[in-house]
């Protein structure tokens, strides 16, 4: 069955820290993998996708397919970051996301 | 920028009443999705929806349920006759494509049954 795990659920960082999000999954295949965040009131939106390879906001995110982990990464953490963060593979038997419980992110100034 | 948008954004039902959740979605996107979130829980995919039909449903997505795309704009989500565990935050989601494709959600309709 799928799996994907946020070993936490709320992490706190003072503004200018690093920030790790961490997310492991259990899938067969080659999933996609995606982060999505949701700001206090906002809609969930796309963050990034790891086959784009970007870096959106400052935040990047390697696949690892031998740990089977997406951990999101930023260097300097901003007080604008506080959000919940969802990490959400592509099912694979279907095209719909699975998320994970989602981390809060909170940035102490 | 076009969104998505849901109506109502809260809706009190009594348990054993149908409710209809609306979404309209991009207008150029052609696959469609619920989502719902419990309280304290996480985001769960209910079904898709393509080219008028289900094209992926989960096992939360039992006969209570139903989806309808009654014209060319609406998408809704029918729940026959609502349980206290339906309550939960429901999300719309569009995209343009499958696969890799970003998903669009919406503001979300909070269901909350008496």
């Known amino acids: 069955a799928q799996r994907v795990t946020q070993p936490e659920k709320l992490l706190s960082v003072f503004k200018g820290a690093p920030v790790e999000l961490k997310c492991n999954y259990s899938?067969?295949?080659?999933?996609?993998l995606f982060w999505y965040v949701q700001y206090s009131r906002q809609r969930l939106q796309l963050l990034l996708r790891?086959?784009s390879r970007e870096s959106i906001k400052g935040f990047t995110a390697d696949l690892n397919k031998g740990e089977t982990s997406f951990h999101l990464k930023k260097p300097f953490a901003q007080e604008e970051d506080s959000a919940m963060y969802y990490c959400?593979?592509?099912?694979?038997?279907?095209?719909?996301?699975?998320f994970g419980p989602g981390t809060r992110l909170s940035v102490l100034p | 920028e076009p969104e998505v948008t849901q109506t109502p954004s809260h809706q009190v039902t009594q348990m054993g009443q149908e409710v209809i959740l609306r979404c309209v979605p991009i207008?150029?996107?052609?696959?469609f999705y619920w989502y719902r979130q419990i309280l304290g829980q996480k985001v769960e995919f209910l079904v898709s929806?393509?080219?008028?039909?289900?094209?992926?449903k989960s096992e939360i997505f039992d006969d209570q349920f139903s989806v309808e795309r009654p014209d060319g704009s609406n998408f809704t989500l029918k729940i026959r006759s609502t349980k206290l565990e339906d309550s939960a935050m429901y999300f719309c989601?569009?995209?343009?494509?499958?696969?890799?494709?970003?998903?669009?959600f919406g503001p979300g309709t909070r269901l909350t049954v008496t």
């Open positions: 989601a569009s995209s343009v494509g499958r696969s890799s494709y970003e998903q669009y």
């Open positions: 899938y067969s295949g080659s999933p996609e």
């Open positions: 790891h086959i």
């Open positions: 959400a593979p592509l099912a694979d038997y279907g095209q719909n996301f699975v």
């Open positions: 207008s150029n996107h052609l696959y």
């Open positions: 929806f393509y080219n008028n039909e289900i094209s992926e």
